[in-house]
């Protein structure tokens, strides 16, 4: 399994000390748009249910909810990402089987004190500092520092923290195709979250649940429960028992809403008075959001590159950004401006929040460059038109027809609203796992001859 060598590289290493009045949790930072940024100073408001769903974001960057053979060699975990968008800070994780996505959100009654800074980083959730996470007590008062303007003036020759680690490409993949897929997905309906914790408590006694075979998660009244047959208003739901990991969460929030979305993607919000959390599964525990290939038109297209500057050049670390808002300001179409949105969040410029139902600025702190050079259907594709297999036979405003070189055989392609194509991986997956290489090809030769 191919993987980048990474350096997080600390000023200190994150802790939970003691000060006069309580604990002060200080959250170390690596990269983004300085070495080590310092975000914010002030103090956690509800810090018993805070700590335990930073806890919580921080687990699931560690945990692997499916294993292969070639896959039970644990790698290094990697470290959270936070944002500071000046008004709310969200801390995002990705887990290490590529299925599951987190994010938490500190709204502003979360947290209370000044803003330093903004963007986004890396932070150091070190075993110690969990395991201190893990004792704090709902009446201590918990400071919050994210980063320290002030650690190289306090300790001279202060040291480094390094964390080398080796971040799997599916990983990075996984990260940029979860904000494809949150676009489209769809509310669907509200639960009382006392009666999903009864639910997931339960999933230990249906060996049903435990296969990882397709469930459905229905509406009954304000009630939640599971069905392997599609009700009104139901959510697809792969390998249900991935979700064990919310149950104590629940006793903190008084309500669920549950998102649908295409070919069996779920999400689901836990809402609190102060904060958020959004968690994304993908369609089975087996399949990863990194093979899903979602992003990949948005790689070819280069159609709207010039509108995608102008807009990027519009991002200042916006918790909301508002495309009615953006296309009067670039005087362009709201359909332009969101294929562009969807184009900058292939390289991480942007998030998507499903209960704003909008994107948000954020940049992770990774190269992500190398997505484009080492998906494998993108790089077959380019192979295919660098060695002249792909012909345009036809072509309008709104459609172009082909025909693409196949192991065997030429593979008749057409591009209009979707691609289309003859090969076997169309007929496997049509265009619900994204476009196959020679559906890209014929885009790249579009795209080349203008």
């Known amino acids: 399994m191919s993987g980048v060598d990474y350096a997080y590289r600390y000023e200190f290493a994150s802790s939970l000390e003691p000060v006069n009045d309580g604990r002060l949790l200080r959250l170390a930072t690596s990269g983004g748009i300085e070495k080590n940024p310092h975000f914010f100073t002030g103090r956690i408001v509800n810090p018993r249910v805070t700590c335990d769903y930073l806890l919580a974001v921080s687990e699931v960057a560690r945990t692997r909810f499916y294993f292969q053979n070639e896959l039970r060699n644990r790698l290094l975990a990697a470290d959270p990402v936070v944002t500071s968008g000046g008004e709310r800070l969200r801390f995002e994780s990705f887990s290490a089987c590529c299925g599951v996505y987190a994010r938490l959100d ?86 009382k979250a006392t009666d999903l914790r009864q639910l997931l408590r339960g999933l230990g006694e249906h060996k049903t649940w435990q296969k990882g075979s397709r469930a459905y998660l229905v509406p009954a009244g304000r009630s939640v429960r599971l069905s392997q047959r599609e009700g009104s208003g139901a959510v697809a739901i792969g390998a249900p028992a991935r979700l064990k990991f919310v149950e104590p969460l629940l006793r903190h929030a008084q309500l669920v809403r549950f998102y649908g979305g295409e070919d069996g993607v779920a999400g689901l919000e836990i809402i609190l008075h102060h904060a958020s959390m959004h968690i994304v599964l993908s369609p089975d525990a087996s399949r990863g959001f990194s093979g899903e290939g979602q992003a990949l038109l948005h790689l070819v297209d280069q159609s709207g590159k010039e509108l995608s500057s102008r807009v990027r050049s519009q991002l200042k670390w916006q918790a909301k950004l508002d495309i009615s808002t953006l296309a009067g300001t670039l005087e362009a179409g709201t359909d332009a401006v969101k294929k562009a949105l969807d184009t900058l969040g292939t390289q991480g410029l942007v998030g998507y929040d499903l209960s704003e139902s909008a994107f948000f600025h954020r940049e992770l702190p990774f190269d992500l460059n190398i997505i484009d050079d080492l998906n494998p259907r993108l790089k077959k594709a380019r192979q295919l038109l660098a060695d002249g297999g792909v012909r345009i036979t036809a072509r309008s405003e709104l459609k172009v027809e082909g025909y693409v070189r196949g192991t065997e055989v030429e593979h008749r392609v057409v591009l209009d609203e979707e691609g289309r194509c003859t090969c076997t991986w169309y007929a496997d997956h049509g265009g619900r796992r994204g476009p196959c290489s020679h559906v890209l090809a014929l885009e790249l030769a579009v795209d080349r001859d203008g």
Do not use: C
């Open 106 to 191: 500190l709204k502003p009654e979360a947290i209370d004190g000044d803003w330093t800074g903004r963007g986004t980083t890396n932070v150091d959730f070190n075993q110690p500092m969990r395991g201190a996470l893990a004792g704090v007590l709902q009446s201590e008062p918990v400071g919050l520092n994210v980063g320290d303007h002030g650690v190289e003036l306090e300790v001279e020759g202060n040291t480094v923290v390094e964390k080398k680690v080796k971040l799997p490409v599916r990983w990075l993949k996984g990260f940029v195709e979860v904000q494809a897929y949150q676009s489209r997905m769809k509310p669907a309906f509200e639960a």
